[in-house]
């Protein structure tokens, strides 16, 4: 039986003040919760999350990582430094970092080697753009983002890590897959990985994100290969987030 998940991505938002009232109101709300709750702020304020979350259930997560262990690579982060401020999650490809900061499938995979290598859970993000749905590429797509991490880091490398589904088309757009639009994809995802080894790909957790809502998320979460969220927009204010953490437990 997997666990559900549901993870906040804060994207670029927030301030010291605001981070610290959001975080406060989800770890009172969310310490009975049965599913998994994480959050990835920005990186500047993960220190001092970690520092509230310390007597939480809640875990830690970034929203991006370097590709390099360490070294001249002014302005970016290493995976090394994201588990000594307290990091679990850390997000490789995310759709904004795919499509504005050109990180291609091969960036991708070396940023999961990256997260995995130093003992941290990668959250790889994959999904399709609206034309590429509407041309029937999802499915080679989504392989070809599998395909990337799992030639390069073996599909051992999943056990630690969680999958997110978001099509592109779904995020912060307002337009939410179909609950049988989400678990067709997560299928294809379980039945590719099963491909190469059935034990991981059934306990593998595969989250959607896109849009999710109070008022979507209990339908989505109740498909069979539908294990939780990632929640961009929502994420923001506690009362929507708690109750889309509700929406995970039985
Ligand atoms: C996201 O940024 O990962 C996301 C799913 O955003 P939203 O929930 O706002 O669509």
């Given at each position: 039986m997997r666990r559900k998940a549901v993870i906040g991505n804060w994207k670029m938002h927030g301030s010291?003040?605001?981070n610290a009232a959001l975080i406060e109101?989800?770890?009172a709300g969310a310490a009975d919760s049965s599913a998994e709750c994480a959050v990835c702020p920005p990186f500047v304020y993960l220190h001092e999350m970690a520092r509230l979350l310390r007597d939480s259930a809640i875990v830690l997560g970034a929203q991006n990582v370097c590709a390099e262990a360490q070294g001249a690579y002014t302005g970016e982060v290493s995976a090394a430094m994201l588990k000594d401020v307290g990091?679990?999650?850390?997000?490789?490809g995310h759709s904004e970092r795919r499509t504005l900061y050109g990180e291609d499938n091969a960036l991708v995979a070396r940023k999961f080697v990256a997260v995995h290598s130093r003992g941290l859970a990668p959250v790889l993000c994959v999904g399709e753009t609206l034309a590429e749905r509407e041309t029937n590429q999802t499915q080679q797509v989504i392989a070809a983002q599998l395909d990337a991490v799992v030639t390069l880091c073996g599909i051992?490398?999943?056990?630690q890590a969680v999958v997110a589904y978001e099509p592109v088309w779904a995020i912060g757009t307002g337009h939410t897959a179909t609950p049988?639009?989400?678990q067709d994809v997560h299928a294809f995802i379980r039945q590719r990985l099963a491909g190469q080894d059935a034990k991981i790909a059934a306990e593998l957790r595969i989250l959607y994100g896109g849009s999710v809502k109070t008022g979507n998320a209990r339908e989505l979460f109740a498909m069979?290969?539908?294990d939780g969220g990632l929640i961009g927009g929502a994420s923001l204010k506690a009362d929507e987030f708690l109750a889309i953490l509700a929406a995970a437990q039985p």
């Open positions: 010291r003040a605001d109101a989800i770890v990091c679990h999650y850390v997000l490789v051992q490398s999943l056990e049988q639009q989400a069979s290969d539908v």
